[in-house]
Structures are given as C-alpha cells and as structure tokens.
Nanobody, 121 residues
Framework: QVQLVESGGGLVQPGGSLRLSCAAS????????MDWYRQVPGKERELVAS???????NYADSVKGRFTISRDNAKNTVYLQMNSLKAEDTAVYYC???????????????WGQGTQVTVSS
C-alpha cells in the first residue's frame, strides 16, 4: 500500500509564507501526477496546483504568481511554496498522487490526510 504524509501547515499572517510538503511511501513503482487541493467547509475540494513526473506544472488562477509546486522524484515528495498568503487561502490542503504500485500496471489515486492552513492577523 501507499501512504501520503503532509506537513507544513499552520497559522500565518496575511502576506506571509508557508511551505507544505507531502511524502509518499510504500510499494511504489512510479508516481505520475502529484497535486495539491484545498477545501473549506461547505465547498467542494478544488485543485490548487499539479505537477507531472516530468515537471510540467499547472495552477489555479487564484494562486498563479503566488504559489509554486515542485517535486523531488528521488524522495517521492511534492512541495507547495505559498507566498503572499491571503485570508481566502485559508483551507485544509490535501496532496494527491497517481501511483503505480509494484506488480501492477495501472495508476491508483492516493490522498494525504490534509493539513490546515490558516491565514489571519
């Protein structure tokens, strides 16, 4: 099986920065896309940023120019650098990974447990 463990959330003032990390472990053969989502109570989970294994990235319009997604394939880890944070960035942030496990030929989608990010003065 595969586990995703997130870290780096917390409380930050508007205009501040945080860096989230998400490490995948387990019976991993390869990882395709690694993504960051966020969710606030009463709303659907939304895609924040995505990164392919080749390093191609995509961002939600609301975070372009402020957030940067990156990954270390050797460590099976994806990062989200969040700068110029705003109150509306407050949410639970989840990472996801499309993983091909050992002995299989298809990708399965795994999720982390979520980490709270609160932007407030």
């Amino acid at each position: 099986q595969v586990q995703l463990v997130e870290s780096g959330g917390g409380l930050v003032q508007p205009g501040g920065s945080l860096r989230l990390s998400c490490a995948a472990s387990g019976s991993i053969f390869s990882i395709n896309a690694m993504d960051w989502y966020r969710q606030v109570p009463g709303k659907e989970r939304e895609l924040v940023a995505s990164c392919t294994s080749a390093g191609s990235t995509n961002y939600a319009d609301s975070v372009k120019g402020r957030f940067t997604i990156s990954r270390d394939n050797a460590k099976n880890t994806v990062y989200l650098q969040m700068n110029s944070l705003k109150a509306e960035d407050t949410a639970v942030y989840y990472c996801s990974a499309a993983v091909r496990i050992n002995g299989d030929t298809v990708n399965y989608l795994y999720w982390g447990q979520g980490t709270q990010v609160t932007v407030s003065s």
